[in-house]
C-alpha cells in the first residue's frame, strides 16, 4: 500500500518505520528538514529502543521516501496518517496550529486528485475536532466532499515512549472512528493482521476514548502514588499492598464498576474515603485525587437534582430507593439523598422499590431513613404501576426486568422519565427517556 506520514516525531517515526518494514511503500512528510535528512541517511530523528537498528534496515529497502511537498505526498499515496502535535497551549487548551495548518494544505493537495484519498487523524484530538472543524477545512479548500471525493476517519495510536515498536506490533486493539466503510476497509487491509481487537466505532467515541484511555493511566499512576505516601506515613508496604489490590481480576482490574451511572453510596465506599482522607490529614499526607472523589460525586448528584428542578415537574416518583439493585441497605444511598432534597423543595415523592419493606428494616439501616427521610412510610408503593400513574417524572434508579416491563407498559407519553440505570428497553418506553448523562 501507498501511505503518507505527516509529522515525523515518535508516532510518526516510528510508524514509517514499522509500515516500511512490512512492505509498504512509506513518503514521510514533515517541515524540519534536519528529521528527514536523517530518516533519508537512514538515521533516527527520535531516541527510542530499536529505532537505530529497523531505521537502517528500513532505508536500504528502496520503499521510504521524504518529502516537505504535502501535493506531492498525497498525489503519491492513497492513504495519509496525521501525526502532527497537538500540544497544550498556556491556558491547558490543545494548541490545533499545526493540524489546522495542514488541514487547509490537505484540501488543496486533494483538489488536485482524481482518486478517493483517506485521511486518517492520528493525533490526540479534542472530539468534535475531526467532524467539525477539520472536515469543513478540507472541504472548503479541496472543493470535494468528506464521504464521496475523499474520506476523513480517527484511529488512536497507543505508542509509549521507550517500547513503541513493540506497542506498534502488538497493541491493546485497533481502534477505527469512521462514517464511511471504505476507510474502515483499507485501515483494516493495514492493520489487520496485528493480534488484537479491529473495533470500528463513530469518531467521536474515538476521539474521547484517547482522551479517556490516557486520563485513566494518570488516574491509577496517582492513585498508586496517593496510596503509597499514605502508606509510608502508616509504616506499610505500598508494594505489597497495590500487589494484593492487582489480585483481584473481578473487581479491581476488570470491566466492574467503569459503566457510567448514578452516584455510589451504600455503607462502605463513602465512609471508608471519609476515613481515608482523615487519616492522611492526621499524618500530614496530601492525597488530594482521593479526597476529591466524594465532592465529585456530589457533583453527580446536583446533576439529578436539578435535572428535576428544571422540568417544572411536581409530582414525581421514584423507582427504586436502596443504593444499588438487590438490596434493602438505604445507608448514604444516593437516591435517599435525592429524595430529600427533592421533598425540601415542595416535590411530591412516591416511591417503589420492591426490596425496602419498612417493617423490615433494622439498626443503622432503619435509622438512616428514619432521620432522612422520616416520613418513608407514607411515600413507599407496594404497586410499581400506581406509582407510574400518579407522576408527572419518573426517576428510574433501579434495575430489573420485570421494572422495564411495567416502564413500558404503564407510561405514558405526557410523562418525563430521568434514567439513571440506561434503560435495555427505553424505545419500547412511550414517555420521553432522559438518560443521566447519556
Not at 528529521?35 to 527520535?46: E, Q, R, S
Not at 502535535?85 to 486533494?110: C, F, H, K, W, Y
Request: glycine fraction near 8%; charged fraction near 20%.
Amino acid at each position: 500500500m501507498n501511505i503518507s506520514i505527516f509529522g515525523l516525531g515518535y508516532v510518526g517515526a516510528v510508524s514509517l518505520a514499522c509500515l516500511s518494514r512490512d512492505g509498504h511503500r512509506v513518503v514521510g512528510v514533515d517541515i524540519d528538514r534536519s528529521k528527514l535528512d536523517l530518516i533519508a541517511a537512514g538515521k533516527t530523528p527520535v531516541v527510542e529502543e530499536g529505532m537505530v537498528d529497523l531505521m537502517q534496515k528500513v532505508a536500504t529497502n528502496g520503499l521510504v521516501s521524504v518529502t516537505t511537498d504535502v501535493e506531492l505526498a498525497v498525489a503519491q499515496t492513497d492513504i495519509s496518517l496525521v501525526c502532527v502535535g497537538t500540544p497544550s497551549a498556556a491556558n491547558g487548551s490543545q494548541d490545533q496550529t499545526a493540524v489546522l495548518r495542514l488541514a487547509e494544505s490537505m484540501g488543496r493537495a486533494i483538489a488536485a486528485k482524481s482518486t478517493p484519498h483517506v485521511v486518517v487523524f492520528r493525533s490526540t484530538l479534542v472530539p468534535g475536532t475531526v467532524e467539525d472543524v477539520l472536515r469543513p477545512l478540507i472541504e472548503r479548500h479541496s472543493g470535494k466532499r468528506d464521504g464521496v471525493d475523499f474520506f476523513l476517519c480517527f484511529q488512536p495510536e497507543f505508542l509509549r515512549e521507550g517500547s513503541s515498536i513493540r506497542d506498534y506490533d502488538k497493541p491493546p486493539f485497533t481502534v477505527v472512528g469512521a462514517n464511511h466503510p471504505h476507510p474502515v476497509e483499507q485501515l483494516r487491509a493495514l492493520f489487520g493482521h496485528l493480534p488484537c481487537k479491529f473495533i470500528q466505532t463513530s469518531v467521536r467515541s474515538a476521539e474521547m476514548m484517547k482522551y479517556c484511555c490516557n486520563n485513566f493511566h494518570a488516574l491509577k499512576i496517582t492513585f498508586a502514588n496517593e496510596t503509597a505516601r499514605l502508606c509510608a506515613a502508616l509504616g506499610v508496604d505500598p508494594f505489597e499492598v497495590m500487589d494484593l489490590v492487582c489480585q483481584d481480576t473481578q473487581l479491581n482490574i476488570s470491566r466492574a464498576y467503569l459503566k457510567p451511572g448514578f452516584a455510589f453510596g451504600g455503607s462502605c465506599l463513602p465512609k471508608d474515603l471519609r476515613a481515608t482522607s482523615y487519616l492522611a490529614k492526621t499524618r500530614d499526607v496530601k492525597v488530594p485525587m482521593l479526597s476529591a472523589i466524594l465532592d465529585s460525586n456530589e457533583d453527580h448528584l446536583d446533576l439529578a437534582f436539578d435535572h428535576v428542578m428544571a422540568s417544572g415537574c411536581r409530582r414525581v416518583g421514584f423507582v427504586g430507593l436502596s443504593f444499588k439493585t438487590g438490596t434493602d441497605d438505604l445507608r448514604e444511598s444516593p437516591l435517599v439523598a435525592l429524595a430529600e432534597r427533592l421533598i425540601g423543595k415542595g416535590v411530591a415523592l412516591s416511591v417503589y422499590d420492591p426490596e425496602v419493606h419498612l417493617a423490615q428494616l433494622l439498626g443503622a439501616n432503619r435509622r438512616y431513613v428514619e432521620t432522612h427521610l422520616p416520613h418513608i412510610g407514607q411515600l413507599l408503593k407496594a404497586d410499581l404501576a400506581e406509582v407510574i400513574a400518579a407522576s408527572e417524572l419518573l426517576v428510574v434508579g433501579l434495575s430489573d426486568a420485570r421494572v422495564h416491563e411495567t416502564l413500558a407498559a404503564h407510561c405514558r407519553p405526557d410523562q418525563q422519565v430521568l434514567d439513571l440505570i440506561q434503560l435495555p428497553n427505553r424505545g419500547a418506553i412511550r414517555a420521553p427517556v432522559t438518560g443521566l448523562c447519556w
